[in-house]
């Protein structure tokens, strides 16, 4: 490799580098008709255009959530991008089952949501909001919530007058929202 190539991160295929291109991000040993590894993601996906932090964590943690994807009519929304073992990308809206009726938990702008909301027979409002207390919650943080009660970890968070706290994310009791514990 040259000097002027940028490695971005591990080939998840292959374990070569990943470098960047005029058009995205390929796998070193992507060469041709007789490369030994297919390894290629777009430097734009969902009408977004993709940073080199976000690939390399795409790379290393094998998913990433992210706003900012826009349908062909524009209209903007967030998901999760999801690296197969065959290199290829996934969007995934669902990120947890929902611990009080079993529904879709699915991010949206403002917080992740159970998919039943809408349901005329039982409606379920059960929420996690993206930002509490100034922490921007994660994917894998809800459904540690959704899955197991609460965060494995404290998070981070700010109080009204500006002082940091740390507390864990869990299920109130009745499963009816979350709470810091």
Same mark, same amino acid.
């Given at each position: ?7 971005? %991160? ?27 590894? $297919?390894?290629?993601?777009? %430097?734009?996906? $969902?009408?977004?255009?993709? =940073?080199?932090? &976000?690939?390399? &964590?795409?790379?290393?943690?094998? =998913? ?9 009519? @524009? ?7 999801? *690296? ?8 995934? !809206? ?20 159970? =998919?039943?909301?809408?349901? &005329? ?6 929420? +996690? @909001?993206?930002? +509490? ?14 899955? !197991?009660?609460?965060? =494995?970890? &404290?998070?981070? *968070? ?11 994310? $869990?299920? !109130? ?9």
């Amino acid at each position: 490799m040259d000097n002027e190539t940028k490695i971005i %991160g591990r080939c998840p295929v292959c374990g070569g580098n990943v470098v960047k291109t005029c058009k995205g991000y390929r796998c070193e040993n992507n060469t041709g008709e007789d490369g030994k590894c $297919g390894l290629f993601i777009n %430097g734009v996906i $969902g009408n977004r255009k993709m =940073s080199d932090a &976000e690939i390399a &964590e795409l790379l290393e943690k094998r =998913s990433i959530m992210l706003d900012g994807f826009a349908t062909k009519e @524009w209209k903007a929304f967030p998901t999760v991008l999801v *690296m197969n073992a065959d290199g290829t990308i996934a969007m995934e !809206s669902v990120v947890a089952r929902c611990p009080r009726c079993g529904g879709e938990i699915r991010v949206g702008a403002k917080a992740f949501n159970c =998919s039943n909301y809408r349901r &005329e027979d039982a409606p379920c409002d059960f929420v +996690i @909001w993206r930002n +509490i207390g100034g922490h921007l919650v994660t994917a894998a943080e809800v459904r540690e919530i959704c899955e !197991s009660g609460v965060t =494995s970890e &404290e998070i981070e *968070m700010y109080g009204e007058n500006g002082v940091i706290y740390r507390r864990k994310l $869990g299920l !109130s009791p009745d499963k009816s929202k979350v709470i810091k514990v």
